[in-house]
């Protein structure tokens, strides 16, 4: 193995600037974007204009776009020379909540490294990934004062919630937006050392369920007995979406897929994975899911069907024997290629309305959807890609897939016509949406010299 | 019908005192004493201290006795002429936790009065009930002096969440609180206007069930479909607690039950009851329960397993796409006369046991019970109650069930070796545990009155 290289300019500038760009990083880490809570409307705001601001000063054009939710950052450098090829990079600036907040060993918005991690709500997904961009592309334009292709940069502010408004703008502004390929980095490398690009993700379809019995919580005592329970009808509709071996037994849920190839299959079990490892760091003795399909096919290739939150009469301290007048779940389907979140609706809303049982009133709402996606990986942004990786990171690039949805990712290949590439540098067991998210520090500057590499890879093609 | 009468001087003295009857019982009513939560430990010491005051005031040797929880208020009287029996009157002076409030028309803790209904959390559970007592006996020695018999009332502070020291004071004082009868007002008349005498309880066993899967909240997308759920774990497992026909499944449930005798069931059958009020009352289209059975003998004389409260994972706004490391339920069981909190803990774990999947941890911890309690009906005190309850509401008493669960009856009734009647005036549809919880003012003023003409009946006995 030769010793990773990049150009010696590039790699120089993001050595000397290793603590600048983390003290800033910091800084964009402690805004409280969490873009599912409206009281967090002003950090939001905040992010938005901190981030469009950082841009500015590198050398783009920047601007935030007001959307029907929450802003969009856009930012443009379009004074590459004639003839070169232009490119979006895409990423998000908001972030999950961060509760439950007594699990985080550092709290959530006051970033702190330790063992080489960088913990902090947002520091893997997405912030930290889309800073990789910023400063890569810094590193070009502080050193050399150009860079070899244009290059657009779009940052939303809605990527957790479903970025419902982002579609609308991508189609609003197709022209501005015209380029030759999107780069985006939210995703994981298959582990540490190995740079990974993305060839699938799966889709999503959110639903809360709300089952209301009686008018107002009665005394379990006085009324039990003779009254359906809305939270036993609730866990009893919730018990229906899986057959006793792991298949989602909803009518018709698997029918529309299309499987991955024997080729890709075959690939991901070439990859060096231990269920034992997965099971340790995750905590748990034993794994479940849908029967014959290994861990990795289960999480990148099938769907899913799960409870996300449960909610119903007395949750506090004690015993209060109450008869609850409602209950609600949320549950996800995450989907596979063929799947789509319109017909899952469908076939959940009926499949719940068949078992619903009588006495109370169940209510099924499409919360937000995202469609699957899978790459060809054919083209000069995906050589590239690999060539800077190797650059960086001194090793070849597998192929991954990832259970996640990011729903923008079909939405920029279907509406712009260029293909996505899908080059992350998280890291299994990073606890994104969770307590404790962190990003590896040397994933950090490893993606940094690696996307810098990535332009200059880009024109050579 | 003959217009209803009490002995004059009682009359006069309650009515010319109604305001400040009422006026008092609002302070009793404003104190927030929750016995669940620990942060109203303070309200109930405030609680304990009013009560106490006010019964010394009345002529009662009074005191707060600490218990290993909240306090027992403890007032004797034993003034009566030598040979006259003693009588103890139980209550108890905490409340539900008030939860939710907004669904609260005026607020929990001040009262108020609107069409002829009083109001509050505790109005009818107990406090308003208790503070018939108190103003019944006042009645007596405001006006002559002295009360025909001898009597020690017990006011505890945990009987919202199991009385768990009640029983161990009972036998700690049993010789002081030594008695002919005990009198319990914390239950129900059957209809406005029908003075009842309650002859059943239902026991209790009450259960936390908590489902741990992965160390923490996992991203739904980069883990979901390998992983077992906790919160769809924990739906299978409360799904298995009925069958399809809404008999509870677990097995043993029912092999020890005694059942009610055909003349109790009968007399039951003949009882004026609605299902269509019943179900306009709650606020529901159908009923569900134990098939086999009418509406009142599922309420009162057969057994139940409900929820009572879930959580697991994001419950608030939005979508958070997250596979929760935890999911807990609240469930309990109403027990009937054979049953035993005891054995329905080893039933319920040894259930739970078989059907937990594999991939999660399960752990059922038995919060509070008690004993399902059902009464004889003969004998002095029940003879002077139902002269009582006719002279004051005008009409004569039914003998009813009850699906709720005072555990102390049987304890008293064990330790004490006396008979225990159990006269409440609560109404159907009072929300006792639920928001909007109500007493009728009638039912507050009929109480009272026939509570102070009961000890001039049990002395002519």
């Not at 849920?253 to 995750?282: H, T």
């Not at 690999?386 to 990832?402: C, N």
């Not at 994104?432 to 940094?448: F, Q, T, Y």
Request: glycine fraction near 10%; hydrophobic fraction near 40%; charge should be neutral.
């Amino acid at each position: 193995m030769t010793k990773p290289t990049i150009p010696a300019d590039l790699e120089q500038w993001l050595s000397a600037n290793d603590q600048r760009i983390h003290d800033e990083l910091f800084e964009f880490l402690r805004i409280p974007s969490v873009s599912a809570r409206s009281e967090h409307n002003g950090d939001m705001r905040a992010a938005a204009d901190w981030l469009r601001g950082k841009l500015t000063a590198i050398g783009f054009t920047a601007e935030t776009i007001p959307t029907a939710g929450h802003p969009v950052v856009l930012a443009e450098w379009k004074k590459a020379p004639a003839g070169a090829p232009t490119v979006l990079v895409y990423g998000h600036y908001d972030v999950q909540p961060p509760e439950p907040l007594e699990l985080w060993t550092s709290p959530a918005f006051e970033p702190t490294i330790r063992d080489g991690k960088l913990f902090a709500r947002g520091s893997v997904d997405d912030k930290g990934q889309l800073w990789i961009h910023v400063k890569a592309l810094e590193a070009h334009l502080a050193t050399r004062g150009t860079l070899p292709c244009n290059i657009i940069v779009l940052a939303e502010g809605e990527e957790e919630v479903g970025s419902e408004n982002l579609e609308p703008f991508i189609r609003q502004h197709a022209q501005r937006l015209a380029c030759d390929a999107v780069v985006i980095s939210d995703s994981t490398m298959f582990a540490p050392g190995i740079p990974s690009i993305l060839s699938s993700l799966r889709g999503l379809a959110y639903f809360q369920i709300d089952v209301t019995g009686p008018a107002s919580d009665l005394h379990s005592g006085m009324y039990g007995g003779a009254v359906v329970n809305p939270g036993m009808a609730l866990a009893r509709i919730l018990a229906t979406f899986h057959d006793a071996r792991g298949k989602v037994a909803i009518k018709g849920f698997y029918d529309a897929i299309k499987p991955f190839s024997a080729a890709v299959r075959k690939g991901m079990k070439k990859l060096p994975f231990s269920d034992v490892r997965f099971k340790k760091e995750i905590g748990v003795k034993s794994l479940g899911g849908e029967p014959g399909y290994t861990t990795l096919e289960k999480l990148w290739t099938r769907p899913t069907c799960e409870v996300n939150g449960l909610l119903s009469g007395y949750t506090g301290e004690g015993a209060k024997t109450v008869l609850p007048g409602k209950a609600m779940a949320k549950v996800s389907c995450r989907l596979v290629p063929g799947q789509s979140p319109a017909k899952i609706e469908k076939l959940m809303k009926a499949h719940v309305k068949k078992v619903a049982p009588p006495g109370v009133t169940v209510h099924v709402q499409h919360l937000h959807g995202g469609h699957p996606w899978r790459a060809e990986l054919d083209g000069p942004i995906f050589d590239a890609a690999r060539r800077a990786l190797r650059a960086a990171f001194g090793k070849e690039t597998v192929i991954v897939g990832e259970g996640g949805s990011i729903p923008v990712v079909g939405d920029f290949e279907r509406i712009l016509k260029v293909p996505v590439l899908l080059v992350g540098f998280g890291l299994p067991g990073e606890n994104a949406h969770a307590p404790d998210e962190w990003i590896s520090v040397a994933n950090l500057r490893g993606g940094m010299r690696a996307m810098a590499a990535l332009w200059d890879e880009y024109v050579k093609a």
